[in-house]
Every structure is written in structure tokens, then in C-alpha cells.
């Protein structure tokens, strides 16, 4: 079985950083493009940022550039968000996933698996 398990999120003030990550399991990472993305409650998905299978081409939604980075460890088959400078506004449920192609990485329509969220709060 495909299995994705984020970790790192929690309660963070302001200005503050997390670093989330994405742990595969059941399946080759290397060869499929990655994405996070987040949900407030109440709300849709949204796409925060995607990679190529490479890790050579990465994409981040206006919101969150220059402050996030999306890379990826394809020998320890894992997946990690840097988060700086956080926002209030940043406070989601925050999901990765294995998508099928990174052209369609903006879109939870080329997901194939997703990872059951870890909480980040913003508090300001």
C-alpha cells in the first residue's frame, strides 16, 4: 500500500518557522513530481507548491513566495516544506502528494495519493 505521512506541524507565532516533511512508503518517489498543498476549514485545497521528480524546477503559489521552499531527498524517499516568515493566513491543514504530472502540479485533479494533513497555526 501507498502511504504518505507528513510531520512537523504545530503552533508557531508570527514571523516564525516550520519545517514539514513527507515520508513515503510503498512506493518510489523518484520517479512521480510532489506537492504540497492546504486547507482552512471551510474552505477548497489549495496549491502551494509543487517539484519535478528531479527536484530540478520547483513552483510556489503567489502567497507563499519567497517564503516557503519545496525540495525533496529522493534517496531517503521523503518530501519537505520550509516555511519562513509565517503568516497568520498560513494556518491550514497542510497535505502532500503524489501527482502525475508536474505540468498539472497546480491542480488537485493530477493527484493520485494524498497524505492526511498535518496542522500548522499561525498566531499572531
Known amino acids: 500500500q501507498v502511504q504518505l505521512v507528513e510531520s512537523g506541524g504545530g503552533l508557531v507565532q508570527a514571523g516564525g518557522s516550520l519545517k514539514l516533511s513527507c515520508a513515503a512508503s510503498?512506493?518510489?518517489?523518484?520517479?512521480?513530481?510532489m506537492g504540497w498543498f492546504r486547507q482552512a476549514p471551510g474552505k477548497e485545497r489549495e496549491f502551494v507548491a509543487g517539484?519535478?521528480?528531479?527536484?530540478?524546477?520547483?513552483d510556489y503559489a503567489d502567497s507563499v513566495k519567497g517564503r516557503f521552499t519545496i525540495s525533496r531527498d529522493n534517496a531517503k524517499n521523503t518530501v519537505y516544506l520550509q516555511m519562513n516568515s509565517l503568516k497568520p493566513e498560513d494556518t491550514a491543514v497542510y497535505y502532500c502528494?503524489?501527482?502525475?504530472?508536474?505540468?498539472?502540479?497546480?491542480?488537485?485533479?493530477?493527484?493520485?495519493?494524498w497524505g492526511l494533513g498535518t496542522p500548522v497555526t499561525v498566531s499572531s
Open positions: 517539484i519535478n521528480w528531479s527536484g530540478d524546477f520547483t
Open positions: 502528494a503524489i501527482q502525475r504530472s508536474y505540468a498539472d502540479r497546480r491542480s488537485g485533479d493530477s493527484v493520485d495519493y
Open positions: 510503498g512506493r518510489t518517489l523518484g520517479a512521480y513530481p
